[in-house]
């Protein structure tokens, strides 16, 4: 691909679920904003955004959803009481999360799908290539994926899924992609595409995990994507549609990730997320490390 692209600025976030997981915590809070340590999910998925250069970020959200608003705005009585006491440092806190990205919020309505989520950002997108990021993956800041995804997209045009090696027992749980190999070691060409397939009809062990860099023709073929797998209207199945014509947008290649990946949504997987980001931090991991350990000593 020679032509020119458009820099891609734009990032959805589809956060209309529900978290039936972790109910009762997802009863009047969304899943959206539990803490992953001290910060909302949510605000790690969208300082990846922002960590990629796309400063535009638009929601899918649904009902009950206010408090992802509320977060990313500003919330003047909190600082200016914070400002009072000369708290310098929670008054940063709280300022971060709404000085981050210029936020637009949509509402799905029907929860029809994560297709049709993608599908109700397509008059804020227009015509340029975009990012979409699932907020139940939560990417270690660390091992920087979209970033690559963009420039991926970038040098070849089309669209860029981020795919991951699972153990085969797994991949039930996923999107689940065919690919032959580049010339870029962490870059695939995907020819075919099967949202969740048993273990025995899977084309492969490469999981799409929710971080996508889409060229704009998604939307044409999503308004026509009937429902499938969980009788939704699935995004998987219009990227398999991008994969197998060229002419309509394609092509579709894949970033293989090797780095941390926690699924959020997941309880076990939330619980390790937070362990993990804990130990790591500066301010609580000395402490933390040293409880975790004689903690595990006594257990074991
Ligand atoms: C969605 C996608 C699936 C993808 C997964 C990644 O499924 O439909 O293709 O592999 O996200 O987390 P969900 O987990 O929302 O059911």
Redesign the pocket.
């Known amino acids: 691909m020679t032509q020119s692209h458009p820099r891609i600025s734009k990032a959805v976030i589809p956060a209309a679920g529900l978290g039936t997981r972790f109910l009762p915590a997802t009863k009047a809070t969304p899943k959206e904003m539990l803490p992953v340590v001290d910060k909302p999910a949510i605000q790690y998925v969208v300082e990846e955004a922002v960590s990629a250069g796309l400063d535009d970020v638009l929601m899918i959200t649904g009902r009950n959803k206010r408090p992802l608003e509320d977060h990313f705005d500003r919330n003047y009585e909190l600082e200016s009481a914070l400002q009072k006491k000369g708290d310098a440092d929670r008054l940063a806190k709280v300022q971060e999360s709404s000085d981050l990205a210029t936020m637009h919020y949509v509402r799905q309505g029907d929860p029809k799908g994560?297709g049709h989520a993608v599908l109700c950002a397509a008059p804020h997108v227009g015509h340029e290539p975009f990012a979409v990021l699932?907020g139940?993956?939560l990417i270690d800041p660390r091992d920087p994926l979209l970033q690559r995804m963009v420039e991926v997209q970038e040098q070849r045009g089309g669209s860029v899924i981020a795919l991951m090696e699972v153990a085969p027992e797994q991949i039930h749980l996923?999107?689940c992609a065919a690919v032959d190999p580049t010339d870029d070691g962490d870059v695939v060409k995907v020819h075919d595409l099967v949202?969740k397939p048993a273990a025995a009809d899977a084309p492969s062990n490469y999981?799409?995990?929710?971080r996508y860099v889409l060229d704009p023709h998604i939307f044409d073929i999503l308004r026509k994507t009937e429902p499938g797998r969980g009788g939704e209207i699935?995004?998987?199945d219009a990227l398999q549609q991008l994969a197998a014509d060229e002419k309509v947008g394609g092509p579709v290649h894949g970033v293989v990730f090797k780095g941390r990946r926690y699924?959020t949504?997941d309880r076990g997987d939330y619980l390790r997320a937070i362990v993990r980001l804990a130990c790591e931090r500066e301010d609580l991991g000395p402490d933390f490390r040293t409880w975790l350990r004689s903690y595990v000593a006594e257990e074991m």
């Open positions: 994560l699932l139940d993956d996923y999107g949202e999981a799409i995990i929710g699935q995004l998987t699924d949504g």
